[in-house]
């Protein structure tokens, strides 16, 4: 399995981005796929998960802010990242929760002030 990330880049405060990570290497996306990040000198932390159904959950710092979303189709898990700040700058990455594939190199999201 192998999961690449896409779309991150440099924003100012209040930007947008939408990212992308492809699951290639699986028949199907296993029932929960997630986004997690991990910025300078912290430790990874998840931020969303998104279940074949389509209930999400969110660490209560993005609430309201981004919007995880799966096409199965595509094996792919979005991440619509909105009114960024800048303590939302880490490299960004998806995975499935628990017992996880092999990391990606996952995006950087870069936040100015």
């Given amino acids: 399995v192998q999961l690449q990330a896409s779309g991150g880049g440099l924003v100012q405060a209040g930007g ?7 699951a290639s290497g ?6 929960t796929m997630a986004w997690y990040r991990q910025a ?5 932390e998840l931020v969303a998960t998104v279940t074949n159904g389509g209930t999400t959950i969110y660490v ?17 898990v979005y991440l619509q990242v909105s009114s960024l700040k ?3 700058t880490a490299v960004y990455y998806c995975n499935k929760p628990g017992v996880s594939y092999p990391w990606g190199q996952g995006t950087l999201v870069t936040v100015s002030s």
């Avoid at 947008?16 to 492809?22: E, G």
């Avoid at 300078?40 to 990874?44: E, L, M, N, S």
Wanted: proline share 8%; net charge positive; charged share 30%.
């Fill in 16 to 22: 947008s981005l939408r990212l992308s990570c492809v």
């Fill in 26 to 31: 699986l028949i199907f996306m296993p029932n």
């Fill in 40 to 44: 300078p000198g912290k430790q990874r």
């Fill in 60 to 76: 209560d710092s993005v609430k309201g802010r981004f919007t995880i979303s799966r096409d199965n189709a595509k094996n792919t």
């Fill in 86 to 88: 800048p303590e939302d």
